[in-house]
């Protein structure tokens, strides 16, 4: 026989293990929890749409649709690089902006996007994603932010929120012009990344992390300096609005976001407990793009994404924490295959009386039946041999220590017990 080939993961593709799925539904329940105080409702998306989309959404210009989607050429379908493009489609496509004027709808789940992997980033990883739609008030972006706010702070997870301002189709052509001028003067300086996005997308030059690059960009005229006076005046309030909720946050005049798709409001929460991966979310107004997609006229929208991977790093380091391991209510340590029999059976009752019952059926001794229970995190432990069991009887012995008692082995009786 010819030696067998382990079969792994994929490169970027993570198990997320029992001992880690705690502090995954931890992060889960607390985000659900929160949305839903601020009225978000969930909406569940498939994770494969059409290529189309998702260019015409974040744009050909954007790291993600130049190199980082994974594309069925063939069938020209495309594995979700992000949610806001499926979220926008389903409200599109079910007319959901007549059920209710404004919108706020979140989504939990995987992404997918081709890209070097690295502590908290992958190339499947999830999104807690969550998009307001049908209001360009400023107060709404300020609500937002502040339950991404409200989220990190229940967490216990200490960012910084940054904010900036991309203008609108008014006032952004004449910065770019400006910027452009400026790139000019300094071309032979960037990098030949920077050199190739400032024919197709010069904002991104902002955004570059090479540090010749960024040393140069300190100079150039920022955005928020040039905002028409519609531009300006909404990110005021936006700040105002942060201001009355008590959301600290800094005005960082260089963030640009990688997609398209971004007016106005801009933000991303940082940490600097991740090392290179700074951003744990991020996000923005997009008032033009429900429209070009075929939503209705003039729809504004603003949303934000949060990376888990990153944020169960966090959760992980802040307390050296696991998840309290929630353990179980009874082992059955049965001794004999009679009493395993009657052990079967009342185990399978009790499971349906709505408690967690494990038992081994090896036919092991005592000792070791007993030290699975500890190891299950059983809370008691129900012995029975074949003497007792021709009584019907047992002995249920909580695990904290105290007395073993006899007791019936009966389910309803012993439900009552734990
Ligand atoms: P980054 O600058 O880290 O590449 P991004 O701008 O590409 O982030 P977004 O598209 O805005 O990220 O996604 C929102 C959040 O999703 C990010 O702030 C980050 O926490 C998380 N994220 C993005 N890409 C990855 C990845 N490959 N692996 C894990 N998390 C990711
Ligand atoms: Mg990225």
């Known amino acids: 026989m010819g030696t067998i080939v382990k079969i792994q993961a994929l490169k970027g593709f993570k198990d997320i293990l029992p001992q880690e799925v705690a502090l995954w539904r931890q992060l889960e329940e607390k985000a659900r929890q929160v949305f839903e105080r601020f009225t978000c409702e969930e909406i569940r998306l498939p994770i494969l749409e059409e290529t189309e989309l998702f260019a015409r959404s974040i744009g050909e210009a954007t790291d993600i649709v130049e190199k980082e989607m994974y594309t069925f050429v063939d069938k020209k379908v495309t594995m979700r690089p992000e949610a806001t493009a499926s979220l926008l489609r389903a409200y599109i496509e079910h007319g959901l902006h007549v059920v209710k004027p404004v919108q706020r709808l979140f989504t939990i789940g995987p992404m997918f996007r081709h890209e070097r992997p690295q502590k908290g980033r992958l190339r499947q990883f999830h999104q807690l994603d969550v998009e307001v739609l049908g209001s360009q008030h400023p107060r709404v972006d300020a609500e937002l932010m502040a339950m991404a706010a409200t989220l990190l702070d229940e967490l216990s997870i200490a960012t910084s929120l940054e904010i900036n301002s991309l203008g609108c189709p008014a006032c952004r052509p004449l910065y770019r012009e400006k910027l452009l001028l400026f790139i ?107 429209e070009s997609l075929g939503g209705p006229k003039g729809c504004p929208g603003i949303g934000f994404a949060m990376g888990m991977e990153r944020l169960v790093l966090l959760m992980q380091q802040r307390q050296g924490e696991k998840a309290a391991d929630p353990g179980i209510d009874l082992f059955i340590a049965a001794m004999g295959e009679m009493a395993v029999a009657r052990g079967f059976a009342l185990g399978h009752e009790l499971r349906r009386l709505g408690r967690s019952v494990a038992m081994d059926y090896e036919g092991r001794s005592l000792k070791s039946q007993m030290k699975q229970a500890n190891k299950a995190g059983a809370r008691y432990a129900l012995i029975i041999g074949d003497d007792e069991l021709a009584a019907g009887r047992g002995q249920l012995r909580p695990m904290d220590g105290e007395e073993q008692r006899t007791v019936e082995l009966d389910a309803a009786a012993l439900a009552t017990c734990f």
């Open 184 to 290: 000019e003067g300094c071309k032979d300086s960037l990098c030949a990344d920077c050199r190739r996005r400032s024919v197709v997308n010069p904002l991104r030059v902002l955004d570059c992390k090479v540090a010749s690059c960024r040393a140069q960009v300190e100079e150039a005229p920022s955005l928020v300096e040039h905002l028409c006076a519609e531009c300006a005046e909404h990110f005021a309030q936006v700040r105002g609005g942060l201001e009355q909720l008590g959301i600290a946050h800094k005005v960082n005049k260089f963030m640009v976001r990688g997609l398209d798709y971004y007016c106005r409001t801009t933000f991303e929460f940082v940490t600097g407990d991740l090392g290179a991966q700074a951003a744990v979310g991020a996000g923005g107004r997009y008032d033009g793009l429900i």
